[in-house]
C-alpha cells in the first residue's frame, strides 16, 4: 500500500501521479483528505498537480479546507497541508461543481467548525488564500 511504504519517494521516483481512481481522486487528493503531511509534501516534491479535480472537480486545496473541521484531532497538520498547497502554481479561483472556491470552502468551515479554534485556524487561512489571489 503506498501510504504505508516507509520509502515513499523511491517508490514515487518515475510512478504517474497523473493516475486517478475511478471519482476522480489523484494521490494528492488522497494525501489531502487522510491530512497526511509527510505524504503531501512527498507528492509536491515529486510534482504531483495541486490543480488535479476529482469528479466533483474539487481540488487538493478544496479537500484540505473542508477537512480541516473533520480532522479537529490535528487541526495544526491540516493547516499545514493547506499551506503546502498554496503554491505559485495554484489556481486559487478553481471552481468546484458546486460552484465554491477555496476561499468559499474555507469561510463554509469557519460558520460549521466544530473546535472552537476551527473558526480562527479557517480564518487565517482565509487571508493567505486571499494573500495568494483570490478576488
Keep these: 500500500m503506498l501510504f504505508g511504504c516507509t520509502r515513499l519517494s523511491h517508490v ?3 510512478a504517474d501521479l497523473t493516475l486517478v481512481s475511478p471519482d476522480g481522486y489523484a494521490a494528492l487528493h488522497y494525501a489531502a483528505l487522510r491530512g497526511d503531511l509527510r505524504i503531501v509534501q512527498t507528492l509536491l516534491e ?11 472537480q474539487s481540488t487538493p486545496l478544496m ?5 480541516l473541521s473533520a ?11 493547506v499551506e503546502a498547497l498554496i503554491v505559485p502554481s495554484t489556481s486559487i479561483n478553481a ?8 476561499l468559499g470552502i474555507a469561510t463554509g468551515t469557519i460558520i460549521k467548525g ?10 487565517s487561512l482565509c487571508i493567505r488564500v486571499i494573500e495568494a489571489g483570490q478576488n
Design 12 to 14: 514515487l521516483a518515475g
Design 46 to 56: 515529486h510534482n504531483a498537480s495541486v490543480d488535479a479535480q476529482d469528479c466533483n
Design 63 to 67: 479537500i484540505a479546507m473542508d477537512t
Design 71 to 81: 480532522n479537529s484531532n490535528d487541526q495544526d497538520t491540516q493547516q499545514r497541508i
Design 95 to 102: 471552481v468546484d461543481i458546486k460552484g465554491c472556491t477555496a
Design 114 to 123: 466544530s473546535e472552537k479554534d476551527t473558526p480562527i485556524i479557517a480564518a
